[in-house]
């Protein structure tokens, strides 16, 4: 792979696990739902999936790192990679 990769940004991440999860059409997989909200939309909490079991799964970022992101706590996101 040659050039420069365009930066993946934390929301356009969201959408498409959104979109694989939905696409897969799991019988088990009720619902999918962002969890960041316009007050807080650097909640490390993005996802929230729920099974027809009662069961749910979350999914958060750790951690991000990359070109131009500096140090960051983990589970803090910092508003450039949003």
């Known amino acids: 792979m040659s050039g420069t990769m365009a930066a ?3 929301r356009e991440l969201d959408e498409l696990l959104v979109r694989l999860i939905v696409a897969a ?7 999918v739902r ?9 909640n490390h909490t993005r996802l929230r999936v729920d099974f027809a079991s009662g069961a749910c799964a ?9 070109r131009g992101v500096g ?3 983990r589970y803090q996101i910092p508003p450039a990679v949003l």
């Not at 059409?25 to 619902?31: F, R």
């Not at 962002?34 to 650097?42: A, K, M, N, T, V």
Request: charged letters at 15%.
């Open 58 to 66: 979350y999914l958060m970022v750790g951690q991000v790192s990359g």
């Open 34 to 42: 962002l969890i960041p909200s316009q007050e807080h939309p650097d």
């Open 71 to 73: 140090q960051v706590p």
């Open 8 to 10: 993946v940004r934390v």
């Open 25 to 31: 059409d799991h019988p088990e997989i009720t619902a």
